[in-house]
């Protein structure tokens, strides 16, 4: 809809939606792997500083996006680039440390659980986001769906509609960051008193 409201067409916005897509999907690879190898040096700590990375760089590439880029349709690559790029950053969080961490820590009879848990909460929150992005914009920026004309472009709702997302992307990278941060005091505990808990139920079998 951004895209729309820029003038591009649904091409150069669906293009613009994929690029997007194929960042995400090829950072999620990337901080995997890196998280894998530092996490050999710094076991206590990797996985979490690599998540806070992830979530931080979502202020900055949001911010560019949002604001520095000039909202026409002559940036095309600009936009482009970006988006690519915020997608190979921040995308790490699932596969750096979420997952392997609940594989450290939670025995292996509840695996599954929790990763059915996780998946549900984090989407219960995400299912939020639209509405929250709809009120923010319409609320406080003064968007009005009634004079915008989508398909034509609309410079006054772009602009409305960027600040709407920039305040729900930015608010929430930075208390996605905060909360990663207690990991730091209680996950090597956790880790091992999950390979104690291990360690005697393989003693009792």
């Not at 990375?53 to 026409?72: D, N, Y």
């Not at 208390?175 to 730091?184: E, N, Q, R």
Request: glycine residues 8%.
């Amino acid at each position: 809809m951004f895209g729309l409201l820029l003038g591009f067409d649904n091409r150069s916005s669906a293009a613009l939606n994929s690029l997007f897509a194929i960042g995400c999907a090829s950072g999620a690879l990337l901080g995997g792997v890196l998280a894998d190898r530092l996490s050999r040096h710094y076991p206590d700590s990797a996985r979490i500083m690599c998540a806070q990375f992830s979530a931080f760089m979502g202020i900055p590439f949001s911010w560019i996006l949002l604001t520095v880029i000039p909202q026409s349709t002559d940036y095309w690559l600009a936009y482009a680039i970006t988006l690519f790029l915020m997608g190979i950053t921040i995308s790490w969080c699932a596969t750096s440390a979420n997952n392997p961490m609940f594989a450290e820590v939670v025995p292996p009879k509840h695996r599954t659980m929790i990763y059915a848990f996780d998946r549900a909460f984090e989407g219960s929150f995400a299912s939020l986001a639209a509405p929250a992005v709809g009120l923010v914009t319409e609320k406080i920026y003064g968007y009005d769906a009634k004079t915008v004309n989508i398909a034509n472009g609309s410079a006054q709702g772009a602009y409305a509609l960027s600040r709407g997302l920039l305040t729900m992307m930015i608010l929430p990278f930075g208390i996605c960051v905060l909360f990663y941060s207690p990991l730091y005091l209680v996950f090597k505990h956790d880790r091992d008193n999950a390979k104690v808990t291990r360690f005697k139920d393989q003693e009792l079998i």
